[in-house]
């Protein structure tokens, strides 16, 4: 038998309901059957991204969005601020390297957030940097940058875009992009939004989309103006992805019901019991400071082939969870509290990695991360 | 968000696979191609049976695969010894006598199996018992019956059946039809056998297909040599439950991959690990002797309502467990470790039960139970 | 590539949403998110039946439901009017054998209706006649017995009953129970209603219900009194089929949706040009005079191999229909229009057969038949 | 009810098993298990493109793969042939300008084919053009151009490449890339391949490696080169579409079963019948001297409103059809032979089309085109 869990920071979980949704014959996108899923999907993407503006749903992976927003917002030569404090944030600096921007790097420790500081000293001594961009979580080291500290940093200036790539915060954590005035918010279908990977989606500001009219770096498939006219219509540019559009709508819809604001103190609360686990087990998280509800990472026991646990852990006790990625490969684990996760998937991760550290000789109690975790998780039943 | 666990002793969880394979267009059952899919499906039943004999599978649920053994193998005024240690042993009392047979009762307690004296006792002292009918495991009250036993008092005669109603123990333990020399076999499709209520399997003996020459009581939906008759061109006496048939040719070929003997080694581990936990947390087993593996029933403490307990853990924590059935109505809380279930289901199972536990004000340790079931059930991935 | 299309009178093609419907994680029976499934179901049901009576929903095919009218409603030694016209016509004799009842036999011509006449002469001469035992439609022939003024021949006595196997009529034409007084009436899940087989459906009248009281004929899975008063609670006395009852409560919604009378319109304009389409190509239909709209069967043309004929139709042209049964066998072939079948299905069979025929050799001009039926079916879209 | 029938030039139909396929539990896309997916799509793409290069496989729709040729091949200032002869011909011109290149037009009356001669006469006057960019089949015009012939002008020069919009022509009638030494051959997830849109498949030969290396058009997210270092490796540069790929290898699998070359036989023989019944019809084909096999597209009679038509097909017959685009709107209807589509579905398109051009009172006599049709039609049958 191969019963399986997925616990990784993306893909996560698709709820049954929605792939069986998913998988209805192929309707056409240039008809009014599309058109209201479209809008309604469109519409709900409003309230989940907490804006005014419009979110667009383009047919990409969420680097297609990071890229979308670069090419769209800025010109060759544009001076823009990286916030480069892992994977995600290095590549932001690439791709604005590839179309000619010019990225002035702060470079943060794994496992630290960016000091609000440094942002605004590299602010202030390059008055003409265009855009900040910066991950509100990034994945790679499960940290979670001051979005809204930042944002008071940018909201000021006219001149100056806040870019954030939210791939694994937007439905995660509030990331309010209207009141905090975000200019560009990016998230993708496999996250959050516990759908198969293939879309992005992404909203600007007034100001970004001002920003974008100036913008000379070029782009066609990705053309965030001729998608927010198609989407006036309740239509695309070009065909859009059709089934997961039908599955975004789906989960949108559940998120509403679920309520945002639910929803966030879900992520939150199994982040904390897994923290408490950590704790419990006598692990070292390797966000100890600032460690985002999308995914708590920690430090493998000496002694302790990590490598080889994430696998064992996956092939034979069937649990995905993430390892270390660049630096941190083979040092680390990652347990993802994203998307159609709850209460009972992260007990499993728990006792899964507690029954794998068990197998490979770590020194390790079973059951007392799930006891703390257990003291968090039943918040939710006791009211 | 409304996640859910099914650690019910049937329906059990379908495996998503075979839900799907069940969704394909319909086809028709009077062509090649369905013979091929049924013809595999008995087939590979007798594995599962562990026997040479035909299984014959039946558009209804377990009991009217009870009604086809009283009616096909016995006659009006037949004197029947029937072991009634639970709601499933008095079902087969009540269908006896429906149809005129002579019930010749063992009443056992529940919680108890019955005593091998006792049988012998009966059968001693009523030479014209024609049948012996029991529960190899009686679901009510998650007690294992001494089958093996008990078919070393029926077959040496000739004139005497040994009956059993298999239902939640084909596929969870061994039952060697053939080789403990069982008369007649029933299993259903909503157990061990991962799929949906539907279908009921028989399988009889060469003794129980002489008897059912003889048999006198009427029966025609049910008509188990007609079925047999069929079965060798690969077809039924009448319309077979298409869908439910195809997804039994899956589930047949995923146990036969798993192996029996891991499939019975699979549910022995969930349930000693259950047990264990039951024991650490101190709650009373219901059947401390002879308890199934096919589920683990404990009492629950005093003080708390069982109805309550049982009604929170299936709406509000999600997972779905069964309460006590006639007079244990309110007092028991039953785990299953039937078909879809492994590792990670019975920890679930647990921490909601501790969890649930602690809300209604319980004085039990969380994670106590869990820790208990995690050493057993790291076995299996100690190899 | 391997196209198909199901046009045999059961199995008929389920809705793709249906089947993904079905598909969903299994759910417990007992919980009152089943039992409002259930409820829905067996509400909707009525409107189904055209009656205010209860209809019970039971987990086998429909011959189970024939044979619980016949256990549930009669005595051994009862004498019962046989209408047979056909192989279920037949079927209900060999019931009533089993059972012990004594049937008196209408033998009808293959491919006529039974004479009113007949049945009336019949009961005139045996005023001891219990019941009388008919198809609404028999599928073997296709011919569409008259109950409607066989209703006025039974309902005028007490201790007479009306019992209709409606498994290709409910759904398809109208057979209003109340109205015409009828006191069974049988259907099964894989015919009108679209779905796989595993269900039949059974209601009875007041006049029935009471003569259930006194009937003797033994009968414990398929207890109609039993689940009737478990209905109550919006449960069944055993499991039920739980994945074919959540299929049932979709279909019954988009019959309410679509109006009865639409969908016995659309089964009559498909029988209609189906029948425009046999006289067009020249071919003898075997029903002339009394045809039921749930299938056409007709006469092959000499000199072709009527299996042969059906088997290229099914594995090389991918459509199926059915040949003919028992007599028939070789000389007849049938379109069936249950179910989930519309204008176009009925073009596909149509055309197919053309080609086919073509195939074969016979004498046939292509796309007469299609012209034919488009004709009518043309009404479907101007209104 | 409402059926429903796919067959506009993309979305096509999925199979419904591929469907099924897809929505199986999510799966990590870092996994051997994934991995292995994704290689033998990769692999057996290779024999779809009849190509021994690597098909890098994009998370995008088609746009984003004719985007991706033109980025990774050409620099700003390269001059490139744009064969116009309809809405997508058009889009070559549009991307080329977006990044900088200098496109060469030559514009073709809509409904023919581009003449080999006046590619020549431009190929020979502009002797720095780097690329001919060109559509296989036109799916606006449902023209199809002479790749072959003009290969014959590219493959000779080192400095040409010839890049083919192959989106509606891949899979449907040869384009065998290594044979003819097609430089760049594109094609999208939703056409022959049978899938929802969301994958784009693009390839190259050695000598657009080659050029590929030169080139200096921006691109980040579609970096053919990054994919095809990650493709040795069996995974992609980004997170991959994981559902889409999963079902690419399922279609890819029946395509080979059915063998290319009776692929191509196949949407051949729906594109004769098809013209076949326009003829019969006596309407007008739009594209009467080079049709492509993908979609055929007439000319609506006179005093029809073709808008209303096609929507009426829709919406009341169930039957998707696409019209004309930008200049033709209102005034053709264009029927799909792409994918998933056999005999029976172009029966029911022209059936539908007779029916409809009728209630629109258009002087059309049902049957005429079905039959004309059916006499191709029936050479798959008749061997």
Redesign the interface.
């Given at each position: 038998?191969n019963?399986?869990?997925?616990l990784?920071p993306?893909?996560?979980?698709?709820p049954?309901?929605v792939?069986?949704?998913?998988?209805?014959?192929?309707?056409?996108?240039r008809?009014p059957q599309f058109s209201k899923i479209f809008g309604e999907a469109a519409e709900d993407a409003k309230y989940l991204f907490q804006t005014k503006q419009d979110v667009m749903i383009l047919?990409?992976?969420?680097?297609?969005g990071m890229?979308a927003c670069i090419t769209n917002l800025f010109s060759p030569g544009d001076k823009v601020l990286v916030i480069n404090g892992g994977k995600f944030g290095e590549r932001w600096g690439?791709?604005s390297q590839?179309?000619?921007l010019e990225p002035v790097w702060i470079n943060v420790e794994w496992g630290q957030a960016v000091k609000v500081a440094d942002v605004k000293a590299e602010l202030d001594k390059n008055p003409d940097i265009r855009g900040v961009l910066v991950q509100a979580s990034e994945t790679s080291t499960t940290v979670s940058h001051p979005i809204e500290e930042i944002s008071k940093l940018t909201r000021q200036r006219d001149d100056l875009l806040l870019v954030v790539d939210g791939i694994t915060a937007v439905g995660v954590y509030p990331l309010p992009m209207d009141e905090w005035g975000i200019d560009a918010v990016i998230t993708?279908s496999?996250k959050a939004l516990q759908l198969?990977?293939?879309l992005a989606l992404v909203s600007l500001s007034e100001k970004a989309w001002k920003q974008a009219e100036k913008a000379k770096?070029?782009?066609?498939?990705?053309d965030l103006a001729k998608e927010r006219k198609n989407l006036a219509d309740k239509t695309t540019a070009?065909?859009?992805?059709?089934?997961?559009v039908i599955g975004l709508r789906e989960v949108l819809k559940?998120i509403k019901e679920?309520g945002l604001e639910n929803?966030h103190k879900?992520h939150n609360r199994l982040a904390r019991a897994t923290r408490a686990a950590v704790k419990a087990l006598g692990m070292q998280p390797v966000a100890p400071d600032s460690p985002a509800d999308s995914a708590t990472g920690m430090f493998i026991p000496e002694g302790v082939d990590g490598g080889k646990l994430v696998k064992?852990l996956?092939d034979?006790?069937?649990?995905?969870l993430a390892g270390g990625q660049d630096k941190w490969k083979g040092k680390v684990v990652r347990i993802a509290h994203l998307g159609?996760v709850?209460?009972?998937?992260t007990?499993?991760a728990i006792?899964?990695l507690?029954?794998?550290l068990?197998?490979f000789g770590a020194n390790v109690?079973?059951?007392?991360g799930?006891?703390?975790a257990?003291?968090i998780?039943?918040e939710a039943?006791?009211k």
């Open positions: 038998m019963k399986t869990y997925l990784a993306g893909p996560t979980p698709v049954e309901k792939n069986l949704e998913m998988a209805a014959p192929m309707i056409h996108h008809t047919a990409s992976t969420g680097t297609g890229e690439k791709i590839t179309y000619g993708g496999q198969p990977p293939g770096c070029p782009h066609f498939y990705f070009y065909t859009p992805a059709v089934s997961l559940n679920e929803v879900r064992s996956r034979e006790f069937g649990v995905t159609y709850d209460t009972f998937d007990v499993v006792a899964a507690e029954m794998a068990n197998k109690q079973m059951g007392k799930v006891a703390a257990q003291e998780l039943l039943y006791c």
